[in-house]
């Protein structure tokens, strides 16, 4: 079992591109999530996925978007990069009952100049 | 929204020295999560706690959930260079929607 893969691992985007960060988990887990780190501010929730087709907001949504078209894929879109994304992202899943356990990505650092 | 505050932000220890890090929520919890993250690396489960007062041991590791279920804690006996990283708290209400984390310990480790 690969886990929880991200791609890509490492990005630089110029302000006003677009871009999509894919995650992939062999687990098949129902919940999915999407989190943003920034230095001294831990992890903060930016959209969630509690199974194929559906999504829901988390802490900070704005300037993202996801889908959930596969049940193993977790997509997260930038329409229009800006330098207060420059963050690095985590993706995690879970199972639905019981063990609460996330299990994480290897992350992607995304770099807006 | 729920906050849940983690302190202190750095701890600078003697390698053999104890640790502990702090972890208090701004509402009643399901349960709480603790995670590790080594510099460079993503966040990896140690342990969850779900009910009031409860206390976990992990080797050296010691977890402690509050009775009001608001509050925990994780302590190292005599630690080693290999406890070194940020680890962090993890709030859970539950249900599917994600975890509230704190802004993580980081624990550095003077041989």
């Known amino acids: 079992n690969a886990g929880v893969t991200q791609t890509p691992k490492f990005r630089v985007l110029k302000t006003g591109q677009s871009m999509t960060l894919l995650c992939a988990q062999d687990m098949n887990h129902e919940y999915m999530y999407w989190y943003r780190q920034d230095p001294g501010m831990g992890l903060r929730l930016i959209h969630y996925s509690v199974g194929e087709g559906t999504t829901a907001k988390g802490e900070v949504p704005d300037g993202y978007n996801v889908s959930r078209l596969k049940k193993q894929n977790f997509l997260l879109g930038l329409e229009s990069a800006a330098p207060s994304q420059t963050s690095v992202y985590f993706c995690?899943?879970?199972?639905?009952?019981?063990?609460?356990?996330?299990?994480f990505g290897p992350g992607t650092r995304l770099t807006v100049t | 929204g729920q906050q849940v505050m983690q302190i202190p932000q750095y701890q600078h220890v003697q390698e053999g020295e104890d640790f502990t890090t702090y972890c208090n929520s701004s509402?009643?919890?399901?349960?709480i999560q603790w995670y590790k993250q080594r510099p460079g690396g993503h966040p990896v489960f140690l342990i969850q706690l779900v009910k009031s007062g409860e206390v976990k041991k992990q080797k050296r590791l010691t977890f402690q959930f509050g009775e009001a279920k608001k509050n925990s804690s994780l302590h190292i006996t005599a630690t080693q260079t290999t406890d070194v990283g940020t680890y962090f708290c993890?709030?859970?209400?539950?249900?599917?929607?994600?975890?509230?984390f704190g802004k993580g310990t980081h624990l550095i480790i003077q041989p």
């Open positions: 995690a899943s879970r199972i639905t009952h019981g063990n609460y356990e996330q299990y």
């Open positions: 993890a709030g859970g209400r539950g249900g599917a929607d994600g975890l509230t």
């Open positions: 509402t009643t919890l399901s349960n």
